[in-house]
């Protein structure tokens, strides 16, 4: 009797620990980690705002690349545009921003073969009005997705995606489409072998020298 009172005991608390660990929500962890850090500094106001997927997480010297201006970065890597609907809450709507910058999509199509170019402009669309009922003056620059060799298959899409996100953003007012796919790309039209790290998905320093030039341009001093 000892020896299965013990048992259960034990299966209770295996699974109590599961249950800590385990996400209620994907990235559930990383946006708890910038929470954290708000409750020790909350960042100051007036800061261009980062949201969206690993190709800003990964860039961690983007403050380096502009000293001028002062930069919050809450993307958090793998994420797609239903992610940062999902955590507006906690990466977005805190924030006093300059302006926000988001890069996001990639991501949502690479989720599933099902996930349609419609789908992903609509989701952006919502991700849109959600920071416009929020703020409703902040401009707001969208990074175009990237031609990533590691997704050959998703070009099409990408291209199509990035698009119709630029052709809505044009009837937009305070907003900024930021053309990186085309400036990643050889001059047969392929994408650049060496501004990539071995993965074959994420940059190297040559890549993000790329998106330095094009958002020196965008990025409010």
């Known amino acids: 009797m000892k020896r299965i009172t013990f ?3 034990t299966m209770f608390i295996v699974l109590a620990v599961n249950a ?8 559930w962890n990383e946006v708890q980690k910038f929470k ?11 800061q261009i705002l980062l949201i969206g997927s690993s190709s800003f997480t990964l860039w961690k010297d983007v403050q380096t690349c502009f000293p001028d201006r002062k930069i919050l970065n809450r993307a958090f890597g793998g994420s797609t545009l239903a992610d940062v609907i999902r955590y507006r809450y906690d990466v977005i709507f805190p924030y006093q921003p300059k302006q926000i910058v988001i890069y996001c999509g990639e991501n949502d199509f690479a989720s599933s073969d099902t996930v349609t170019v419609e789908l992903v402009t609509q989701r952006f669309i919502t991700l849109f009005n959600y920071i416009r009922a929020k703020y409703k003056n902040v401009p707001v620059a969208y990074v175009s997705m990237k031609p990533s060799p590691s997704r050959m298959h998703l070009l099409e899409k990408y291209k199509e995606g990035n698009k119709r996100i630029h052709a809505y953003l044009a009837t937009r007012p305070n907003t900024k489409f930021v053309d990186v796919y085309n400036a990643m790309l050889t001059a047969t039209g392929e994408p650049m072998p060496d501004i990539f790290l071995n993965d074959n998905l994420h940059m190297n320093a040559k890549g993000y020298a790329i998106w330095k030039t094009k958002l020196e341009k965008v990025l409010l001093k």
């Not at 800590?20 to 990235?27: H, I």
């Not at 954290?36 to 007036?46: E, G, H, Q, Y």
Request: avoid cysteine; proline fraction near 18%; hydrophobic fraction near 35%.
């Open 7 to 9: 048992s259960i005991i």
């Open 20 to 27: 800590q660990n385990k996400e209620p929500f994907p990235f």
């Open 36 to 46: 954290t850090a708000d409750s020790i500094a909350f960042p100051p106001s007036n």
